[in-house]
């Protein structure tokens, strides 16, 4: 009897390794639109910045970033950055432009009014595994009756929050092909305040702010790279030099 269990145990583990392949087909995802992600982009970081600080920021926090870092490395006065700055401290002041980027939403309410916390987003784009999933996430909301916020994410299904830019890219639906069955093409049902093209830069300035956030030394690696690579290059000529000094009696 034990040795028919352990052979019904090994058969059901290799026919589950042997559907998971079919399964995994089955929920592909969709392809991820391209970002053309540009850090170096100071004025797209800047919008970045503002529409983070008025559309994303009452819930998710960027905890690990500073105010004034951001100001500095964008190219802004603290009187610039000052306007993005909503929260308080405890003796009820607006933060300083030296405070870390967190916001005023209390983790037991947020899991209360969406069922849980919103995630802080500072790593989002490098856990995404960079900034072309956060653009299609962007772009990728849909009009869906049967989810609580009444929208879905075709990069994110049964993503559980609102369409927070509606008001900016108006409500998309979903088309159908000829068998009634759901495509990857989404069209503007109800326009908002921006057309497709000022709706798609304000998702690449968006995306580039959240990518530079995730790693802002990416703005000046390249200039410390360069550094780098010319002090080896006259460690090198010095190293070669020393070499036919400590050699020339010998040959």
């Known amino acids: 009897m034990k040795l028919n269990s352990f052979k019904l145990l090994l058969a059901a583990a290799f026919l589950s390794l042997a559907v998971a392949p079919a399964a995994y087909s089955a929920a592909e995802k969709e392809p991820n639109l391209d970002a053309n992600v540009d850090v170096s982009d100071k004025v797209s970081l800047a919008r970045?910045?503002?529409?983070?600080?008025?559309?994303?920021?009452?819930?998710?926090?960027?905890?690990?970033?500073?105010?004034?870092?951001?100001?500095?490395?964008?190219?802004?006065?603290?009187?610039?950055?000052?306007?993005?700055?909503?929260?308080?401290?405890?003796?009820d002041n607006i933060h300083k432009p030296g405070a870390l980027m967190v916001n005023a939403l209390r983790t037991k309410d947020a899991i209360r009014w969406f069922g849980i916390a919103p995630p802080d987003l500072t790593v989002i784009a490098r856990s995404r595994g960079g900034g072309d999933w956060l653009y299609s996430y962007f772009k990728g909301f849909y009009k869906d009756d049967s989810r609580p916020f009444g929208v879905n994410n075709l990069y994110f299904p049964n993503v559980g929050m609102p369409h927070v830019l509606q008001e900016l890219q108006g409500l998309q639906?979903?088309?159908?092909?000829?068998?009634?069955?759901?495509?990857?093409?989404?069209?503007?049902?109800?326009?908002?305040?921006?057309?497709?093209?000022?709706?798609?830069?304000?998702?690449?300035?968006?995306?580039?702010?959240?990518?530079?956030?995730?790693?802002?030394?990416?703005?000046?690696?390249?200039?410390?790279g360069i550094l780098t690579l010319l002090f080896l290059l006259v460690l090198l000529v010095l190293s070669y030099l020393l070499k036919k000094e400590f050699w020339k009696d010998i040959h």
């Open 173 to 224: 639906q979903r088309e159908v092909d000829a068998d009634g069955n759901p495509t990857s093409t989404l069209t503007i049902l109800e326009p908002g305040k921006l057309s497709v093209g000022e709706y798609d830069q304000v998702a690449k300035d968006l995306t580039n702010f959240l990518v530079y956030v995730g790693e802002p030394a990416q703005l000046h690696r390249t200039f410390y």
């Open 48 to 91: 970045g910045a503002k529409y983070y600080a008025n559309f994303c920021m009452g819930c998710h926090s960027l905890e690990f970033s500073r105010y004034n870092r951001v100001a500095t490395d964008l190219g802004l006065t603290e009187a610039d950055i000052k306007p993005l700055i909503f929260t308080r401290d405890d003796d």
